[in-house]
Nanobody, 126 residues
Framework: QVQLVESGGGLVQAGGSLTLSCAAS????????MGWFRQAPGKEREFVAA????????TYADSVKGRFTISRNNAKNTVGLQMNALKADDTAVYYC???????????????????WGQGTQVTVSS
């Protein structure tokens, strides 16, 4: 099992920045990919960004490309999401997720991730 705890959400004005962090514990050696998803009220959970646990591969949703940056610190077992130029449309609950990896593994698909954090609220006021 892998446990995930997010932190760093809050209220920010449009154009501002926030940094989210996700701390992983437990069987972290089994992690293949870490991702961030978000869910706004009345909407489906959507992919935001992902990073391979070992290596440098990153993937971003088109809606956040150029504004958000995902990073990891394997020594601390953490994954961060730096969010810049925030828009009202970025308002959502943000979830951290971890995948053990399966074949084929679909980075953008929430159901391919095995562990989830409790979520942290990000509210962007316009």
């Amino acid at each position: 099992q892998v446990q995930l705890v997010e932190s760093g959400g809050g209220l920010v004005q449009a154009g501002g920045s926030l940094t989210l962090s996700c701390a992983a514990s437990g069987r972290t050696f089994s992690i293949y990919y870490m991702g961030w998803f978000r869910q706004a009220p009345g909407k489906e959970r959507e992919f935001v960004a992902a990073i391979r646990w070992s290596g440098i591969a990153t993937t971003y949703a088109d809606s956040v490309k150029g504004r958000f940056t995902i990073s990891r610190n394997n020594a601390k077992n953490t994954v961060g999401l730096q969010m810049n130029a925030l828009k009202a449309d970025d308002t959502a609950v943000y979830y951290c997720a971890a995948a053990n990896g399966r074949s084929p593994f679909r980075v953008l698909v929430a159901s391919d991730y095995d562990y989830w954090g409790q979520g942290t609220q990000v509210t962007v006021s316009s």
